[in-house]
């Protein structure tokens, strides 16, 4: 059977979850919500979220950039421009990404336990990001697949930032980032955790932005 999509909160994402990847969803999402004490364990502060990157126009007659950005809760971490890179790959994110990421967070504390949370992008389940992840001792989250409702990207940084977006795309992103007060971003991690909740409460689908 061909999967359908519909319109949902201004993205396309599958309308037909089978039970199995329901399953997936809640399971997830119950797992994180015990492992977290519901977003309330000091744990949360060693989760690092990568969000996908997304194209941002700069204008009409300048070519498409790409940007991904990093956070935490209750901080930014870093803002990354692909500029003439079309796609994320494994090389990219373990030389360039990864490095930069993993060396400002540890710059106070060498020893600091870092969880990483990311989407199930190639470039993220590649074997060679795997390896370099485990030689940098940093933890993986894994993230449920079919699951745009439950990605920071998705439900908040960019919906909080696409207005303020300008000529410059690259650049307000950074300074919109960088703008957001930390009582945001726990806010966003807060949002994370309830959504979590809301997924399990209805077993899986998927549900409107609240």
Not at 99 to 122: F, G, M, W
Not at 162 to 187: G, I, M, Q, S, T
Not at 196 to 201: A, K, L, R, V
Request: with cysteine.
């Amino acid at each position: 059977m061909k999967n359908e999509v519909r319109k949902l909160v201004s993205r396309w994402i599958p309308h037909l979850l089978t039970e199995d990847q329901k399953a997936a969803r809640v399971n997830w999402c119950q797992k994180t919500l015990d492992r977290f004490n519901s977003g309330n364990s000091k744990n949360v502060y060693s989760i690092i979220s990568e969000e996908k990157p997304t194209k941002v126009i700069r204008s009409r007659s300048v070519s498409k950039k790409m940007v991904a950005t990093v956070v935490s809760k209750a901080v930014h971490i870093a803002t990354f421009s692909l500029n003439e890179q079309i796609t994320v790959t494994a090389d990219w994110y373990t030389t360039i990404c990864l490095p930069k990421v993993i060396t400002e967070l540890r710059k106070i504390n060498p020893e600091r336990r870092i969880i990483l949370h990311q989407d199930n992008a190639s470039s993220h389940t590649a074997q060679k990001t795997r390896q370099y992840l485990t030689e940098e001792n940093v933890e993986l989250l894994d993230h449920p697949p079919y699951s745009p409702d439950l990605s920071h990207n998705d439900f908040f940084t960019f919906p909080k930032i696409k207005n303020r977006l300008r000529e410059e795309a690259v650049d307000a992103f950074k300074n919109a980032v960088l703008d957001l007060p930390a009582n945001e971003w726990n806010k966003c991690f807060e949002s994370w955790f309830e959504r979590m909740q809301m997924c399990i409460n209805v077993r899986g689908e998927y549900f409107e932005k609240r």
